[in-house]
């Protein structure tokens, strides 16, 4: 089993920048590919960011590409993911997820994830 915690969370003005972890105890996260997602009230949850397995690859949706940047230290069993000029449109729960096979890409789709964690609040105001 694995458990994914989420923390950094929190209420920002825009333009501001918050830097959410995602720590994972139970197994280590180093063989796994990790994605963040976000899901803001009456919305499905979509993806934001992923990185590879071995950290050499990543992948951003459009509109957090160039404010974002996600990052990994396996020898902590973290990810990371920097968030800056963040805007009210980013207001979201913040989720992390762990590939669902080993030393995959960066994915984009919710299936292919099998372990999330509780998500952290993020909250942009004007």
């Known amino acids: 089993q694995v458990q994914l915690v989420e923390s950094g969370g929190g209420l920002v003005q825009a333009g501001g920048s918050l830097r959410v972890s995602c720590a994972a105890s139970g197994r280590t996260l180093s063989d796994y590919a990790m994605a963040w997602f976000r899901q803001a009230p009456g919305k499905e949850r979509e993806f934001v960011s992923s990185?590879?397995?071995?950290?050499?690859?990543?992948d951003y949706a459009d509109p957090v590409k160039g404010r974002f940047t996600i990052s990994r230290d396996n020898a902590k069993n973290t990810v990371y993911l920097q968030m800056n000029s963040l805007k009210p449109e980013d207001t979201a729960v913040y989720y992390c997820?762990?590939?669902?096979?080993?030393?995959?890409?960066?994915?984009?789709?919710?299936?292919?994830?099998?372990?999330w964690g509780q998500g952290t609040q993020v909250t942009v105001s004007s």
């Open positions: 990185i590879s397995w071995s950290g050499s690859r990543t």
């Open positions: 997820a762990r590939s669902a096979g080993r030393f995959l890409p960066g994915l984009r789709a919710k299936i292919d994830y099998d372990y």
